[in-house]
């Protein structure tokens, strides 16, 4: 599996937007990039995915660099409750079905 | 709430026991998949089956196996537990084989003294 790389940790304010970043230097044409959450106390949770073209849901943007080597998951409005761990996982589409969790972006929301 | 239900929430054990956990997928999922988390190891996808087939193995262990029965629960059974066992155990589902979004229970909590 392609490897992702992200920040152990990031802060960011109430309200305001955060971008978390994904680096995949190693991506395939048929990885799509998929981000996944897990908070407290919970299991994880779907966020968002995407192949080429950003995408937009009513969670979260997706925005892919031009070369795919890179990605960033954009929260508009953080609030309390998206503070979790953001996992950034590369997925072949004619590869397993299984979901693999690097370590993820420990994000922190401050009031 | 995901849809994905578990239970027990918490297990306490002893070491050389058996234990079982259940998890009841989604209304219609097919597939249903078991990670590990521990704090040394991260989550590790463990199984998969889909419609009551062993679809793809992860980094499971001998002593632990897992089965899907015909009205698509999934149990996972983990024998002669060892310490390094505790761990929190995620189910997990969708509804075909391939690529589709995963769907995450809350958890078995299992503490191995």
Known sequence: DAKTTQPNSMESNEEEPVHLPCNHSTISGTDYIHWYRQLPSQGPEYVIHGLTSN?????????????RKSSTLILHRATLRDAAVYYCILRDVAGAQKLVFGQGTRLTINP | DSGVTQTPKHLITATGQRVTLRCSPRSGDL???WYQQSLDQGLQFLIQYYNGEERAKGNILERFSAQQFPDLHSELNLSSLELGDSALYFCASS???HQETQYFGPGTRLLVL
């Open chain 1, 55 to 67: 995408v937009n849901n009513r969670m979260a943007s997706l925005a892919i660099a031009e070369d």
């Open chain 2, 31 to 33: 597939s249903v998949y």
């Open chain 2, 95 to 97: 509804d075909g084989p």
